[in-house]
């Protein structure tokens, strides 16, 4: 008879407990059969435990920490006796983590939780579409982890917990990806909301494992094979009914779910429940602004200084997005950088009385009366001020959406040597954010577009491995080598599987 061990058993009743009100009087310490356990848990319960592990997207550190902090774009300086966290936040921007620390060990686990509920949703006879659903979270869980370690512990299947996973290579996982995609994409919904897997959130998902394809295995010196770029093209030109939000805040405001451009996210609902998208503007705004924030992080100078003044995507006036945030602060959306003040117009100071001016030089250690000041904050994602108080707002974390893919389709024309398709695209993109047509384009314009509009999304490290330009020296990180362009495999995850090896490295 088979039997799933107990470990999965929990993981089931965790589901059940938090949707469903079905009696279990099952003896803890036994075994459940598969046939009883297929019996007592819906399905339903099960595929949306596996989209809530969507929410390790959204915190201030784990995956966006690791994606952004160790690129140019954002710091993390300690300031005083604040934000010091034994380092970390300064080892990933100077990119000397090791293989203990906290976000690499975090969200290693995180990501193969979300593997995990994702394949254990196949396990309780699903319909063609739940099926669908569940195996492309998988997929997605499984890029993030090939693209962060370079391999992938991986079960087809969860009737057996006591053999090791085996171990997918960087090559084998990422065409796992693509090959899995492709297989289910037909028994996904054409049309579903952005927080629904759907045949253009596959699409999307495909374009970008296409063009990362000639990265994995060989990050020193990529190749871009035409083949693949042709797949890029293909997949972007087949996702229709989007178009770009104008204005650009319109795709991270509360109550974003209205955006004509979001693709793909994790769903927070007003008040309900929110996977901690609130960090988004809490880890950057000072403590005497409203919301009264952490203090914590900051753009680089170098990296604002490539937004023209008026791109829209750089700053634009919280009051006319319509959201109410005029009546609550003084804060506009985007980079904020100067004297700050309240929503009456009056100037702000920090805890020591001095004018809260944020300025655009920061260093990794902040001291003396400037601390608090010292860099250029970062506002994407609007606060909800009607749900502050309770942490609970409504802006829904965003994954994939459009203008993405009309980037990732420019950069695989441009890599075909259509640099005029490539600029076409761009400045389609640019003219609707306010900025100038670009003349030319190389593939440094175009990393440096995929910055301005893709900003703190979680993209910029992935972006500056694949443009060559990661290890690269840049405000207070020098120069580093290819072995930062993997993490390293947490000690613990090589202790529990002998399948998995050790980065180069480390």
């Known amino acids: 008879m088979l039997k799933i061990n107990r470990l999965l058993f929990l993981a089931l009743l965790s589901a059940l407990v938090t949707a469903s009100c079905t009696d279990l009087e099952e003896d803890l310490n036994g075994d459940l059969t598969l046939a009883q356990a297929q019996e007592i848990q819906e399905v339903g319960a099960l595929l949306n435990g596996a989209y809530r592990n969507l929410d390790v997207f959204q915190t201030q550190d784990r995956i966006w920490a690791m994606m952004e902090h160790s690129g140019d774009a954002v710091m993390g300086p300690t300031r005083g006796t604040d934000w010091d966290d034994n380092g970390i936040w300064r080892q990933l921007h100077t990119q000397s983590w090791d293989a203990t620390h906290p976000m690499v060990v975090n969200t290693f686990n995180e990501l193969l939780e979300g593997v995990f509920n994702a394949s254990n ?19 997605f869980y499984m890029f993030y982890v090939n693209d962060l370690y370079g391999q992938v512990p991986f079960r087809d299947n969860l009737e057996n917990l006591l053999d090791a996973p085996v171990v997918l290579s960087e090559r084998e996982a990422n065409n796992f990806v693509i090959s899995e995609i492709e297989a289910i994409i037909n028994d996904l919904p054409d049309a579903a909301p952005a927080y629904q897997a759907s045949k253009n959130a596959a699409r999307a998902l495909l374009a970008k494992a296409y063009l ?30 989007y178009s770009l939000a104008n204005p650009y805040f319109e795709n991270f405001i509360p109550g974003n779910e209205n955006s004509p451009e979001l693709i793909f996210t994790a769903r927070n609902i007003q008040g309900t429940r929110a996977g901690n998208v609130r960090s988004r503007w ?34 634009f006036p919280a009051a006319d997005l319509g959201i109410g945030i005029e009546d609550n602060s003084g804060i506009n959306a985007g980079f904020l950088v100067g004297q700050q003040f309240d929503k ?14 944020f300025t655009p030089e920061v260093a990794l250690f902040e001291t003396g009366d400037n601390l608090e000041i010292t860099g250029i904050r970062g506002i994407k994602y609007l606060p909800d001020f009607a749900n502050n108080a309770a942490e609970l707002p409504d802006n829904d974390y965003v994954l994939l959406r459009y203008a993405d893919v009309m980037l990732m389709k420019a950069e695989a024309l441009l890599r075909k040597g259509d640099a005029e398709g490539a600029r076409t695209l761009v400045n389609d993109l640019r003219a609707a954010r306010g900025a100038t047509a670009l003349a030319t384009i190389d593939e440094n314009e175009l990393l440096a577009e995929r910055g301005r509009e893709l900003w703190w999304e979680g993209h910029r490290r992935q972006d500056l491995i694949r443009f060559g330009k990661f290890l690269d020296a840049w405000a207070e990180k020098p120069a580093t080598d290819a072995t930062r362009l993997l993490f390293p495999i947490p000690e613990i995850a090589l202790s529990a599987n002998p399948n998995l090896k050790q980065n180069p490295g480390y």
Request: hydrophobic share 35%; glycine share 8%; aromatic share 12%.
């Open 212 to 241: 990362n394809r000639g990265v994995y295995g060989n990050r020193s010196n990529p190749s871009f094979d035409a083949a693949d770029m042709d797949k890029v093209i293909q997949y972007a030109d087949a996702i229709t009914g």
């Open 344 to 357: 009456d117009g009056n100037a702000l100071s920090d805890r020591k009385g001095n004018p809260l001016a």
């Open 282 to 315: 809490m880890m950057t705004l000072h403590y005497n602004q409203n919301p009264s924030g952490w203090n914590g992080f900051a753009t680089l100078a170098d990296f604002y200084n490539q937004f023209e003044d008026n791109d829209t995507r750089r700053s």
């Open 121 to 139: 949703v196949l396990l309780f006879n699903p319909d063609a579409q739940q099926a669908a659903e569940a195996r492309y979270l998988r997929a």
